[in-house]
T-cell receptor, first 111, second 115 residues
Framework: DAKTTQPTSMDCAEGRAANLPCNHSTISGNEYVYWYRQIHSQGPQYIIHGLKNNETNEMASLIITEDRKSSTLILPHATLRDTAVYYCIVLHNNAGNMLTFGGGTRLMVKP | KAGVTQTPRYLIKTRGQQVTLSCSPISGHRSVSWYQQTPGQGLQFLFEYFSETQRNKGNFPGRFSGRQFSNSRSEMNVSTLELGDSALYLC??????????????FGPGTRLTVT
């Protein structure tokens, strides 16, 4: 699976958009980009995933660059409850259902 | 729809004992995966069950085992507990195999402390 690089930490003001970047320059054509987050003392939470096109759901939007070497997760109106560690993962569809999280980005939403 | 439930939420055991953890997946989900999470090692995959069969296995010793029942509920067992087994054990369910399997829904975890 391709390696990802994310900033260690970011701050965001409550009510503003949080834009979390992820670099995955070695991504291959059939690898998907997945985002999860983990709020302190809770299990990880699936957010969104995509292959080529931008995706949006009730939680977030995922913007993938045309060359697919990077992506951005956007939380349109961050709340204090969005404070968490956000993980960007690149997965091949036959990687055996195993999720592995790297360091992730610790997002702190401030009032 | 109810989420993934895990029992118990907290557990304290002593070295050498064994422990069984339980996981009930989201209704309709047939795949259940187990993970161990520690501050030092991060999230590590233990195994995945689908239709009562172990489909994938991580790199853990044989002391770690699991099973899945016909209703998709799953249990994992750790025998001869060691201090290093202290961790948060997470269960995740997903609909089925293939790409959608990475859309996994996690339970709150069982925090196991071995003394």
């Amino acid at each position: 699976d391709a390696k990802t690089t994310q900033p260690t930490s970011m701050d965001c003001a409550e009510g503003r958009a949080a834009n979390l970047p992820c670099n995955h320059s070695t991504i291959s054509g059939n690898e998907y980009v997945y985002w999860y987050r983990q709020i302190h003392s809770q299990g990880p939470q699936y957010i969104i995933h995509g292959l080529k096109n931008n995706e949006t759901n009730e939680m977030a939007s995922l913007i993938i660059t045309e060359d697919r070497k990077s992506s951005t997760l956007i939380l349109p109106h961050a709340t204090l409850r969005d404070t968490a560690v956000y993980y960007c993962i690149v997965l091949h569809n036959n990687a055996g259902n195993m999720l592995t999280f790297g360091g992730g980005t610790r997002l702190m939403v401030k009032p | 729809k109810a989420g993934v439930t895990q029992t118990p939420r907290y557990l304290i055991k002593t070295r050498g004992q064994q422990v069984t953890l339980s996981c009930s997946p989201i209704s309709g989900h047939r795949s259940v995966s187990w993970y161990q999470q520690t501050p030092g090692q991060g999230l590590q995959f233990l195994f995945e069950y689908f239709s009562e069969t172990q489909r994938n296995k991580g790199n853990f010793p044989g002391r770690f085992s699991g099973r899945q029942f016909s209703n998709s509920r799953s249990e994992m067992n750790v025998s001869t507990l060691e201090l290093g087994d202290s961790a948060l054990y997470l269960c995740a369910s997903s609909l089925a195999g293939g790409v959608s399997s990475y859309e996994q829904y996690f339970g709150p975890g069982t925090r196991l402390t071995v003394t």
